[in-house]
């Protein structure tokens, strides 16, 4: 009995050494990247420290962005005076729960939610601490609240930033770039809310310019080529909204389209980088900051969250994918940046 | 965060551990009992999440939509209890089949949508991360219901009849008994508990998602053999199956304590996967090196061994 508790301490103490150590290392780190030289601050009350808790789903190179945006933009506006805890749930839906819970018993200033399921346990957590959210796509469907109701702002303790991209832009860019096309393909993940209201928005703008749409829908990763293959075989041009599954088998999906000479118009940056061939990207990091601004307006200035309109992205950039362009014998117009490859 | 922020959650955190835990007295009825590795579980639980938000947000009950997750969960258990028992597909494959439709029908449920909210501010629900401490006593309670029914069922001559199916399935044959009937009974009462523990924990966290199962076989065993190696620890020789179960629940808790200290550690998220895994491989070995040492053979050996040889 005693040997086996002693054991279990040991494994427990040894493990917990080891989370300490990387803590100290990356808080190195983070205090290296953000924490600007500045010891006097434009901030409202300079005795108040704020704490603020990120909540965010899973680690992906557009939620990292949007995170990175918040920190950045309450760094610039509280410098020294905001500290930022930020959490990742590694996917779990519970997990988000559980830190959400924590940071309510921690009783901090303010909660930045980062994707649907951190959004909706921090809003189940507390209806007190304010809530700024990011990368939601829907706010109205992510929270329940009937599209009858929606007025702009939730009405509860929740505010923040949409990524919903700029869909009749992009079926408008579909439709520039592919004016012969008749068949296309919406290609997304069945288990993602966001890519399913997206899907459906675009499939309207896209009938209306007198394209016979079908959506092809995989489960995961272990099914996308499968599922592309056979959209490449009755599509002229596919198309894949902002989907999380998606942004992480692009290659996959590349390897698919490309050969079956089917181009791709992409709903972000991300995955226009892995397999489109153009999109109408907003940016994550720039949801993020404007995310970041809203949540200083709480902090410092009182604001009600209950009453802020959710803000959408800003401004929209027209990129395209010069590897994918070449391969396929596809020239776009002058407008169109070229995406940076590595 | 001070260790009293730890403290403040631990409430929530229990919660959720019971939650856990109930899921796991349900996988306890395949696993332990009848020795049969279900992998349907990760389905079930996200089947019982589907129907409690679609029964709550259509504005029945929370009552009505934790019986028929329940019923929900039963369904699910005999279709893997029939690609099992009738049809000869071998227990882990069966398991995976069942999981893999189980994805497919709860979009179904939902009617397509892959994540439904059920906000705490619009209905009457079980529990909520909202209501802590009211959430910890309801689940206590369930939990407690639930323990009394199971110990009173495997009690019973039929519930004995799917203890002696995990133990010894010619012997049971022998007597006269269904072993395929009962195996199906154990995987339709397991996922039936899982399903309810799934509408309780889309209730607890305000959504039901189509990915909330993944993962709950693991959360399930790791419970399951945390908990026994306590037991082990406390009680040894008077050990009994109340106690079992008890600390099957109890089991639930300790690994989202697990789970919060991690987080309260600020371990790198990435490496939860890992801690966890570690922490069950712990759990797992310790008794069984224990169990070697104290080996009466590797004693023999060492007094006498030479000597007789």
Redesign the interface.
């Known amino acids: ?1 005693k ?3 002693s ?2 301490m040991a ?1 427990a103490l040894a ?2 050494l080891v ?2 150590g ?2 100290a290392a ?1 808080k190195k780190e983070a205090s290296n990247d953000s924490e600007p030289a500045v010891e006097e601050t434009a901030t409202t009350d300079d005795s108040k420290t704020y704490n603020v808790g990120v909540i965010q789903l899973v ?1 992906h190179p557009a939620l990292d962005a949007a995170t990175e945006g918040f920190q950045a933009a309450l760094v610039d506006k509280l410098g020294s005076s905001v500290n930022i ?1 930020v ?16 940071f ?4 901090v200033d303010l909660i930045m939610a980062n994707a ?2 951190a959004l ?2 921090s ?5 007190t601490i304010p809530i700024v959210a990011t990368s939601i796509t829907d706010y109205a ?4 609240i009937s599209v009858d109701d929606w007025s702009g702002a939730t009405g ?1 303790n929740v505010t923040g930033t949409s990524d919903l991209a700029p869909l009749d832009g992009q079926a408008e860019m579909l439709k520039e770039l592919f004016p012969d096309a008749k068949e296309v393909g919406i290609i997304y993940c ?4 966001n890519s ?1 209201f997206q899907a459906g928005k675009i499939k309207g703008y896209l009938e209306d310019y007198g394209y016979t749409v079908s959506e092809y829908t995989f ?1 995961d990763s272990s099914d996308v080529a499968t599922v592309v293959q056979s959209a490449c075989g009755s599509s002229d041009v596919l198309y894949v909204p902002t989907d999380n599954v998606a942004a992480s088998c692009a290659e996959t999906i590349n390897n698919v389209a490309v050969t079956a000479k089917v181009p791709i118009v992409a709903g972000e940056e991300g995955i226009c980088k892995g397999c489109g061939i153009a999109t109408l990207s907003i940016s994550y990091y720039d949801i993020g900051y404007a995310a970041g601004l809203m949540a200083y307006e709480i902090l410092a200035n009182g604001a009600d969250p209950a009453t802020m309109d959710i803000q959408y992205a800003p401004e929209f950039t027209k990129e395209y994918n010069p590897t994918i362009a070449e391969q396929l014998g596809i020239t776009l117009p002058d407008d169109y940046v070229a995406i940076e490859m590595e | 965060m001070g260790i009293e922020t730890l403290i403040a959650g631990l409430p929530g955190t229990a919660a959720q551990g019971i939650i856990y835990g109930i899921m796991a007295l349900g996988i306890f009825i395949t696993f332990k009992l009848l020795n049969f590795a279900d992998l349907s579980v990760d389905g079930s639980f996200a089947t019982g999440g589907a129907v409690a938000a679609m029964v709550i947000i259509s504005g029945h009950s929370w009552i009505l939509a934790l019986v028929l997750a329940f019923i929900a969960g039963a369904l699910a258990g005999l279709i893997t209890g029939v690609l099992h028992t009738l049809l000869g597909i071998p227990d882990i494959l069966s398991g995976i089949l069942t999981q893999l439709a189980l994805y497919s029908i709860n979009l179904r449920i939902t009617g397509n949508q892959p994540n439904t909210p059920i906000s705490v501010d619009k209905y009457n629900l079980a529990v909520s991360l909202r209501y802590k401490t009211d959430a910890l006593i309801t689940v206590l309670v369930i939990a407690v219901i639930i323990i009394s029914i199971m110990y009173w069922f495997f009690g019973t001559e039929m519930g004995s009849a799917i203890r002696a199916t995990g133990t010894n399935p010619a012997m049971t044959k022998a007597q006269g008994i269904n072993v395929n009937l009962m195996k199906a009974l154990g995987l339709v009462l397991s996922n039936a508990f899982v399903a309810f523990a799934g509408a309780l924990s889309a209730q607890f966290n305000g959504n039901a998602d189509v990915n909330m199962g993944r993962g709950a076989i693991v959360i399930g065993l790791a419970a399951i053999i945390i908990g026994e190696v306590f037991c082990n620890a406390l009680f040894k020789k008077k050990r009994n199956f109340i106690l079992t179960l008890t600390f099957v629940v109890f089991g639930g808790i300790l690994y989202y304590l697990f789970i919060a200290i991690v987080l309260w550690l600020k371990m790198p998220a990435n490496d939860m996967k890992l801690f966890t895994a570690i922490i069950v491989a712990i759990f797992l070995a310790v008794p069984y090196l224990k169990n070697k040492h104290n080996s009466s053979f590797r004693k023999a050996a060492k007094r006498g061994g030479k000597e007789n040889a």
């Open positions: 009995m040997k086996l508790l054991v279990i494994s493990l917990s989370a300490c990387t803590d990356a680690q805890t959490e990742n749930a590694s996917g779990d839906n519970s997990t988000c729960a559980t830190i959400a819970n924590s309510v018993s921690d009783n649907t399921p909706q346990a809003g189940t957590a507390t209806s469907t992510a929270l329940g509860v069945s288990g993602e809310d399913k489960s």
